[in-house]
């Protein structure tokens, strides 16, 4: 599958507080979290129309509280795929189960740019930058995680074994 | 080829003989906890899988301590939404507001993870049980959710690191500035998808407070999980709490490790995080300049009766500075009340601090104490975050619970002997 998105860029150690601040966990609402996501960091993109679009991190992206409200808020706010240089554990984890499609790629996290339009195929893994220039290949998807992806999450994968 | 203490606990919960770094597995789940942030996605999550009924009502703990005792209309909702899930299914570890405490304090104060057990906690420091002998993992309300129905978990075999702690403790040193100094080496992502085993001649006399607060903060550098072989000090602990049989795992001689650090505990003074993550250390020596507005002693990770009885001990007869506000929380009812038992509270109260009830609190920046604009806080709690427990511009120190009495008499950071 292929997507075309403009990208919100970020540093390294983003952790799931900044992504989604404490104070806003007092719901579950998909809605409300998207609007909230990034609220202190960058309070423009919860109003701003971010379906489609691109968010590229730097290493240790999602790290800290286990808080799946943060990969919640981010796949509620229409970002169509999270590109790192790595993703801590449990953020990892959470992507995947959720249906969030993450790929990781050092070259591709530091070579792009916040405001960069991207090019992205979700299955081969490959990035382009239409902006700048330049392809990068994302790591392969475990084998393990991609069977999560084509049940279409953890609990579809669990049911159907 | 032998197995370290988490390949063996590992395999035991899968069925399988051995394991080795990488390998895939289903696991059988001990205890799974969620508390009132993560349990409700986690009991939609449950609903969808469809299963009549949990897997089973005594091997769930759900806790509410983020929000708690309410602190606006959605939090009271979903802290109902929690207590309406226990009652229907009967949870059996189901803690209500007075019976309830931190989650990471109360379950090994109850008794409800020994060694040998495997733990899923829907929240990342459910590392803590590392320090009783025990793999516990935090995973998201999702996983949390499959769990609460099928009582198994997917498990990737992480390398293990080895961390062996060599020397003795100088004064006012103790765990949490062990593992904020093992941090600040490794990283915050230096045991991304690793375990973290502790051992060495350092931490063999180290009491269980101490070591709960070390295997709490294993998540800081990224470790799945961080863990202690269990020893007398392990079941004398656990064997006044539960009449369940600890099972005693212990790492082979020949098990391979990824690396092995060595830390001489004996060079360390106490240690500071940074703003803004928990590798940014500096000794307490190079750190003395930083004025405060407030100091939070409380949290999952210095919460307990050690650590409040450190911080009477210095804070005894003193009080704290004008302009800085000191919140004490203890970290469950029954560490509350041994406090006021044995005069603590008393003391606090006469410091000038306020006492909060045994939840959270500030550690989080969602209910109490929390900063505004430009305000700084030296906190025993474990992370540091860019706007962690308020605004964005609000700066938070880690410190262990001395330094942190000490900084509340002083109004900026410094030790016991300072005073
Ligand atoms: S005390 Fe802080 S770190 Fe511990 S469970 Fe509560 S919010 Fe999380």
């Known amino acids: 599958m292929e997507i075309e998105g403009k990208v919100w860029k970020f540093g390294d150690n983003i952790d799931t507080d900044v992504i989604i601040p404490a104070r806003f966990l007092n719901v579950s609402d998909k809605d409300i979290l998207a609007q909230n996501c990034f609220a202190d960091l960058r309070p423009d993109f919860g109003s701003t129309e971010t379906t489609g679009d691109v968010i590229v991190g730097g290493s240790n992206f999602g790290c800290g509280s286990s808080r799946e409200h943060a990969p919640l808020a981010i796949k509620s706010a229409g970002v169509a795929v999270v590109i790192a240089k790595s993703f801590a554990r449990i953020f990892y984890r959470n992507a995947f189960n959720i249906g969030l499609p993450i790929l990781e790629s050092k070259e591709a996290a530091e070579a792009i740019e916040d405001g960069d339009t991207l090019s992205v195929d979700l299955v081969t893994g490959e990035i382009t930058n239409k902006t700048k220039g330049g392809t990068y290949c994302a790591s392969p998807i475990p084998d393990f995680m991609r069977s999560i992806i084509d049940a279409g999450g953890l609990v579809e994968y669990v049911k159907n074994k | ?419």
């Not at chain 2, 409700?40 to 969808?48: D, G, H, Q």
């Not at chain 2, 409380?298 to 009766?305: F, K, V």
């Not at chain 2, 003193?318 to 203890?330: F, H, N, T």
């Not at chain 2, 509270?345 to 505004?372: K, N, R, S, V």
């Open chain 2, 1 to 419: 080829m032998g197995m370290t203490l988490t390949e063996k606990i590992l395999a035991a919960h899968s069925g399988v003989d051995s394991v080795k770094p990488g390998d895939l597995l289903q696991a059988k789940v001990d205890l799974a906890l969620a508390n009132d942030i993560t349990a409700p996605l986690a009991i939609k999550v449950f609903e969808e899988v469809g299963k009549p009924d949990v897997f089973d009502k005594d091997k769930i703990a759900l806790v509410p301590d983020h929000f708690v005792p309410n602190k606006d209309i959605p939090s009271a909702a979903q802290a109902k939404e929690m207590r309406d899930f226990a009652k229907k299914y009967s949870i059996t570890n189901y803690f209500e507001v007075g019976d309830m405490g931190i989650e990471h304090v109360i379950l090994p104060e109850k008794g409800l993870v020994i060694p040998g057990d495997l733990v899923i906690g829907a929240d990342s420091h459910t590392c803590t049980y590392g320090a009783v002998g025990a793999f516990s993992t935090g995973v998201g309300s999702t996983d949390l959710g499959v769990i609460m129905a099928t009582g198994e978990v997917w498990l990737k075999v992480p390398p293990t690191i080895k961390v062996v702690f060599e020397g003795k403790l100088k004064p006012w040193v103790g765990g949490k500035d062990l593992i904020i100094c093992l941090i600040g080496q490794l990283g915050v992502e230096g045991a991304n998808y690793r375990a973290l085993e502790f051992t060495g001649p350092a931490v063999k006399d180290l009491s269980m407070d101490n070591r709960l607060t070390m295997s709490n903060m294993a998540i800081e550098c990224g470790a799945k999980n961080g863990i202690f072989e269990a020893d007398e000090i392990t079941m004398a602990y656990v064997k006044e709490r539960t009449s369940r049989e600890p099972v005693v795992y212990k790492a082979d001689p020949d098990a391979v490790y990824e690396r092995e650090i060595v830390i001489d505990v004996s060079k360390i003074e106490p240690q500071v995080a940074w703003p803004h993550t928990p590798d940014n250390v500096k000794p307490v020596s190079e750190s003395t300049g930083v004025e405060l507005d407030q100091v939070f002693i409380g949290s999952c990770t210095n919460g307990r009766l050690e650590d409040l009885t450190q911080a009477a001990e210095i804070l005894k007869g003193k009080k704290r500075a004008e302009g800085v506000r000191l919140i004490v929380i203890p970290g469950s009812p029954l560490i509350y009340k041994q406090a006021i038992q044995q005069g603590l509270i008393e003391i606090f109260l006469d410091a000038g601090a306020t006492i909060g009830p045994p939840t959270c609190g500030p550690c989080l920046g969602g209910h109490m104490g929390i900063l505004t604009k430009g305000e700084k806080c030296a906190s025993t709690s474990n992370r540091n975050f860019l706007g962690r427990m308020g605004d964005i511009e609000s700066e938070v120190y880690l410190v262990g619970p001395a330094v942190a009495a000490a900084s509340a008499v002083l109004g900026r950071i410094g030790t016991p002997d300072e005073l």
